[in-house]
């Protein structure tokens, strides 16, 4: 039996994409194998199929996110047809991952759905969502509650961003979305933002330290953005930070550390701890409305995933990308 896929190769004439038939026998190793029934397209996905230096070796299957049920396992925690997903790992960077009908994994590397999940669901919330979740955690596990006052999400119209902010919204919290894309506001509205926040505003060079507005922040885009939230977070604020679109630098000060006590929580998604997966998981299942989640979800097929992969890095993606590998 074979299964279509994507698959990056490296050759004489560089780093290229091609569509695959494959065999069990050319997947990388693990004891579970899943019939994928979707996968996702991230940023790290759009620099997987450009071959932007992300994939480590070669052929490889692209695809840090996927969602199914089990077809065979040696891994007594799992057998054929549970509802399972996975995020991070290094899967699609070094270990084949979910831009194909088939995967095979380690079971380690599994979450079993909540009930309260489907196999497409799990796939609009991805890397991106549960990362969000992550991030509302630690807010919440340093106090930051809804009554602590405003919480800033940057890079809000992104996957990470859409998802924090209607988690949030749910949650109680009062929220101001950043975004470089204004057409975007009425979309971040319905979400759950309260204020929307042009990203210019935090982009530029600014005070180490600004007037006092958030009690807390989620951030995905680093470097001067970063410095800018921590400079204008409360006393006493946490502000969980997980991407670097803007860059990976940190050009600031430690005077909101030491003047108002301001906690920076970094969030690991790749290679989170499974308790702290079960947990994300278990709150999506609770707190994330669907049809939020559907609004922010697009479904394409397998063929149209190089496509928006190089959207994606150009910032032409709203939302959460979910492919249906078998369309």
């Known amino acids: 039996m074979t299964f279509r896929a994507i698959r990056v190769v490296k050759g004489s004439q560089g780093v290229r994409a091609e569509f695959?038939?494959?065999?069990?026998?050319?997947?990388?190793?693990?004891?579970?194998?899943?019939?994928?029934?979707y996968s996702t397209v991230n940023y790290k996905d759009g620099l997987a199929l450009a071959g932007k230096g992300i994939i480590r070796s070669f052929p490889l299957i692209p695809g840090i996110d996927f969602a199914g049920t089990v077809a065979e396992s040696a891994d007594?925690?799992?057998?054929?047809?549970?509802?399972?997903?996975?995020?991070?790992?290094?899967?699609?960077?070094?270990?084949?991952?979910?831009?194909?009908?088939?995967?095979?994994?380690?079971?380690?590397?599994?979450?079993?759905?909540?009930?309260?999940?489907?196999?497409?669901?799990?796939?609009?919330?991805?890397?991106?969502?549960?990362?969000?979740?992550?991030?509302?955690?630690a807010l919440e596990d340093a106090?930051?509650?809804?009554?602590?006052?405003?919480?800033?999400?940057?890079?809000?119209?992104?996957?990470?961003?859409?998802?924090?902010?209607?988690?949030?919204?749910?949650?109680?919290?009062?929220?101001?979305?950043?975004?470089?894309?204004?057409?975007?506001?009425?979309?971040?509205?319905?979400?759950?933002?309260a204020e929307i926040l042009d990203r210019a505003e935090l982009s530029e060079p600014g005070k180490p330290l600004a007037s006092e507005r958030w009690a807390g922040a989620l951030d995905t885009v680093g470097s001067r953005t970063l410095v800018n939230v921590l400079a204008g977070t409360r006393y006493g604020g946490t502000v969980a930070a997980c991407g670097l679109a803007g860059g990976s630098d940190l050009?600031?000060?430690?005077?909101?550390?030491?003047?108002?006590?301001?906690t920076l929580a970094g969030i690991d998604s790749v290679h989170a701890p499974m308790p702290s997966r079960v947990r994300a998981y278990d709150r999506l299942a609770r707190d994330l409305d669907p049809a939020a989640l559907d609004s922010m979800a697009t479904v394409v097929g397998l063929d149209a995933a190089p496509e928006v992969a190089a959207r994606i890095l150009i910032g032409q993606v709203r939302g959460r990308t979910v492919v249906d590998v078998n369309a």
């Not at 919204?169 to 950043?178: D, K, M, Q």
């Open 20 to 37: 695959a038939e494959l065999a069990d026998s050319d997947l990388g190793g693990g004891d579970v194998t899943v019939a994928v029934e």
């Open 76 to 137: 007594p925690r799992f057998t054929p047809g549970d509802r399972v997903a996975l995020n991070g790992f290094g899967v699609g960077e070094n270990h084949d991952g979910g831009l194909a009908q088939r995967a095979r994994v380690p079971g380690d590397w599994l979450v079993r759905l909540p009930d309260a999940i489907t196999t497409r669901q799990a796939a609009a919330i991805g890397t991106a969502g549960y990362t969000a979740m992550l991030c509302v955690l």
């Open 143 to 193: 106090g930051i509650g809804p009554d602590r006052g405003e919480v800033l999400v940057t890079g809000a119209a992104g996957g990470v961003g859409s998802v924090a902010v209607a988690l949030l919204g749910t949650l109680g919290y009062r929220v101001t979305a950043a975004t470089g894309r204004p057409a975007e506001a009425d979309y971040l509205r319905t979400l759950g933002a």
């Open 251 to 262: 050009p600031g000060t430690v005077l909101p550390f030491i003047l108002r006590g301001v």
